[in-house]
């Protein structure tokens, strides 16, 4: 069947350094893509999302990168802080009913920023 | 703006019980949804709605109902509880424009079912 996973269940950085946290997809279909921040007792939060005409976006120390090729979907924090421990999820869909809430989302990778 | 708002925070129920977990958001949002979070798992859509009253059935509908009487609430019920139900639920709402699923979710419901 379809699904969206993430590579790694747990990833450690120091604080300052570059995090980055990947995500594999399957289905060939999908067109969108969006990456979820949740802190802990909270409900996830919109990072960033990217289209499937695109490689690569930025936002505000978040760069979130596609490789249709290897249905690979990446997202690079820089300079890592304290404040950036979370789960992380990826979430992949249509662009035409994303908003609907159709999304297929992955399991979460973990990020613990070490002080 | 309060932004998109859940209650109960907490909720436990028996087996066979019913209850309403209730979602409101005051930004004037067109679509709303309802996700179900289990442990290590990532969200699955249960209901969603994309204005006031129309809703549509995703991933995991079976055992939930749900109506959308108005722009701001979008109640999620559990009609007979099972523990297989147990779980922390999430509301969400989206402006519905465009395509971009840019969605603020609520704080969540965790609902324990013994």
């Known amino acids: 069947g379809e699904s969206v996973g993430l590579h790694l269940p747990t990833l450690s950085v120091q604080e300052g350094d570059n995090s980055i946290i990947n995500c594999a997809y399957s289905n060939s279909a999908s067109d969108y893509f969006i990456w979820y921040k949740q802190e802990s007792g909270k409900g996830p939060q919109f990072i960033i999302d990217i289209r499937s005409n695109m490689d690569k976006r930025q936002g505000q120390r978040v760069t979130v990168l596609l490789n249709k090729t290897v249905k690979h979907l990446s997202l690079q924090i820089a300079a890592t802080q304290p404040g950036d421990s979370a789960v992380y999820f990826c979430?992949?869909?249509?662009?035409?009913?994303?908003?609907?809430?159709?999304?297929?989302f992955g399991q979460g990778t973990t990020l613990q920023v070490k002080p | 703006n309060a932004g998109v708002t859940q209650t109960p925070k907490f909720q436990v129920l028996k087996t066979g019980q019913s209850m309403t977990l209730q979602c409101a958001q005051d930004?004037?949002?067109?679509?709303m949804s309802w996700y179900r979070q289990d442990p290590g798992m990532g969200l699955r859509l249960i209901h969603y709605s994309v204005g006031a009253g129309i809703t549509d059935q995703g991933e995991v509908p079976n055992g939930y109902n749900v109506s959308r009487s108005t722009t701001e609430d979008f109640p999620l019920r559990l009609l007979s509880a099972a523990p297989s139900q147990t779980s922390v639920y999430f509301c969400?709402?989206?402006?519905?424009?465009?395509?971009?699923?840019?969605?603020?979710f609520g704080p969540g419901t965790r609902l324990t079912v013994l």
């Open positions: 979430a992949e869909g249509s662009y035409g009913s994303s908003n609907t809430g159709k999304l297929i």
């Open positions: 969400a709402s989206s402006r519905g424009t465009s395509g971009r699923a840019e969605q603020f």
């Open positions: 930004m004037n949002h067109e679509y």
